[in-house]
């Protein structure tokens, strides 16, 4: 048996490209499936040599028994699809779903713990898997952060059946081996009960403490100190749960009888997800995402908004001033080249502008108050710039001693540079916007 390299080829079909990572049982590749021009996940199984040929033999049957376990869920969206087994050099290789993101696990090293929103949107999606898995007769046995993947497109995925089993599977056990990792493995398997579907929520406790607060609350120095842990320490009190204190404090319950089914746990899940502000991490496409400003990006935004809200303030107050007939000075533009295309251009562009407020609004007004409110704004922004001119060729005339047609003029070029200014402020307000909401996204 040879180490494979990246550029090999896989069951005559799978080009290993890059390692993606490795574990105690084998490594996972990125991998060109050539035959349909498409990128996947292969997980190569690692068998030393000097292993002892009972333990070569149980590894074979457990990734033998991980595809198959898989395979039965490959359907559920909220589980890493196998799609192939190939058996290479006498070694079984098994062809999973590519996910282009990263680990929860990954995610909490290089960024710190999850918002509650977020870990609540976790903890649906891993329940939502958990009772797939379940419905099968499938037990994971494995939850924990590192089997959690994180996909750049929101999804969240429970993945690794290498310890997991069907009530059909014959046992396998191997002298001195802890068949998961300790610091998430529920305190009846550590006493001899094992295969409960009660087990995993226990692991789920565990992992939304980890996701919640940052840190693995039974873990400890040695193995020993964790396996006494798991059975014997309650985990600390957790510090930014907040409302997931709950479901998080009954999954870790050490009876498996006094935690929650998977129905009840999504259930309370609901439940809290129902008591979250609107900016959740799932939302709707067709709702709109004012994200929470940076402090440094607040002034920008905060002037270009001004700037929109002085020029609105401008054209209104010569509108008044234009009260109540604007007939007048529209008549000098018709002896203007080109002072009527202007002038409506800009009452149009105005009333643009004023519409364009309405997406500021707090999303839970409603679409059709938010509509209504757009439609208004249009309206009197459109009304409002049609009277400025007036107001502005009176002031020009009253205040200068200016004929008609040159108070027209005057009052054209001013409401013409005032429009500008609340369009350009209006663009660059919205544009902050959406690069805001798309970072936010990214971050999410």
Same mark, same amino acid.
């Given at each position: 048996m040879t180490s494979r390299l990246a550029g090999d080829v896989v069951g005559r079909r799978y080009r290993l490209a890059t390692e993606l990572g490795s574990g105690g049982f084998g490594r996972v590749w990125r991998a060109r499936d050539e035959t349909l021009d498409v990128d996947v996940a292969i997980k190569e199984l690692q068998l030393p040599p000097e292993m002892p040929e009972t333990e070569r033999a149980e590894r074979l049957a457990r990734a033998t028994r991980e595809a198959r376990n898989a395979a039965r869920l490959r359907k559920h969206d909220g589980i890493v699809a196998v799609h192939d087994v190939v058996i290479d050099d006498g070694l079984p290789w098994i062809v999973m779903e590519l996910i282009d993101g990263c680990s929860l696990s990954e995610h909490i090293k290089q960024h710190g713990p999850l918002p509650v929103d977020r870990v609540i949107a976790v903890a649906v999606a891993l329940l939502t898997a958990i009772g797939a898995a379940h419905r099968e007769g499938v037990v994971h046995r494995d939850i924990k952060p590192a089997n959690v993947m994180l996909s750049q497109n929101g999804k969240i995925l429970l993945t690794d059946f290498g310890t997991a089993i069907h009530h059909t599977d014959s046992a396998l056990t191997a002298t001195g081996m802890f068949i998961g990792s300790a610091e998430y493995m529920a305190p009846e398997r550590l006493r001899g009960i094992d295969g409960l579907p009660a087990g995993d929520l226990f692991s789920l406790g565990v992992t939304l403490y980890q996701a919640v607060e940052g840190f693995s609350p039974f873990r400890r120095d040695t193995q020993e100190a964790t396996l006494a842990a798991v059975l014997l320490e309650?985990?600390?009190?957790?510090?930014?749960?907040?409302?997931?204190?709950?479901?998080?404090?009954?999954?870790?319950?050490?009876?498996?009888?006094?935690?929650?089914?998977?129905?009840?746990?999504?259930?309370?899940?609901?439940?809290?997800?129902?008591?979250?502000?609107?900016?959740?991490?799932?939302?709707?496409?067709?709702?709109?995402?004012?994200?929470?400003?940076?402090?440094?990006?607040?002034?920008?935004?905060?002037?270009?908004?001004?700037?929109?809200?002085?020029?609105?303030?401008?054209?209104?107050?010569?509108?008044?001033?234009?009260?109540?007939?604007?007939?007048?000075?529209?008549?000098?533009?018709?002896?203007?080249?080109?002072?009527?295309?202007?002038?409506?251009?800009?009452?149009?562009?105005?009333?643009?502008? !004023?519409?364009?407020?309405?997406?500021?609004?707090?999303?839970?007004?409603?679409?059709?108050?938010?509509?209504?409110?757009?439609?208004?704004?249009?309206?009197?922004? !459109?009304?409002?710039?049609?009277?400025?001119?007036?107001?502005?060729?009176?002031?020009?005339?009253?205040?200068?001693?200016?004929?008609?047609?040159?108070?027209?003029?005057?009052?054209?070029?001013?409401?013409?540079?005032?429009?500008?200014?609340?369009?350009?402020?209006?663009?660059?307000?919205?544009?902050?916007?959406? !690069?805001?909401?798309?970072?936010?996204?990214?971050?999410?």
């Open positions: 309650e985990a600390p009190a957790p510090q930014r749960a907040g409302p997931l204190t709950r479901l998080i404090t009954r999954l870790l319950d050490k009876d498996p009888g006094g935690r929650p089914t998977v129905d009840e746990a999504l259930a309370m899940a609901g439940d809290i997800a129902g008591e979250q502000p609107a900016t959740t991490v799932h939302v709707r496409r067709d709702t709109k995402i004012l994200p929470v400003w940076p402090k440094k990006r607040q002034p920008v935004v905060v002037t270009a908004l001004m700037g929109v809200m002085t020029a609105l303030a401008v054209i209104t107050a010569l509108a008044v001033a234009g009260l109540p007939d604007a007939g007048e000075t529209w008549g000098e533009f018709e002896h203007l080249e080109g002072a009527v295309v202007l002038s409506v251009a800009d009452v149009v562009l105005a009333g643009l502008v !004023c519409a364009s407020l309405a997406r500021f609004m707090p999303v839970n007004f409603g679409k059709i108050v938010i509509a209504v409110v757009g439609v208004a704004g249009l309206v009197f922004g !459109c009304g409002a710039t049609a009277f400025a001119f007036h107001g502005a060729g009176e002031i020009f005339r009253n205040e200068m001693n200016l004929l008609p047609q040159e108070s027209a003029t005057m009052s054209l070029a001013l409401i013409s540079i005032v429009v500008l200014v609340a369009v350009g402020s209006a663009l660059s307000s919205q544009l902050l916007v959406r !690069c805001e909401t798309i970072k936010s996204r990214t971050r999410s």
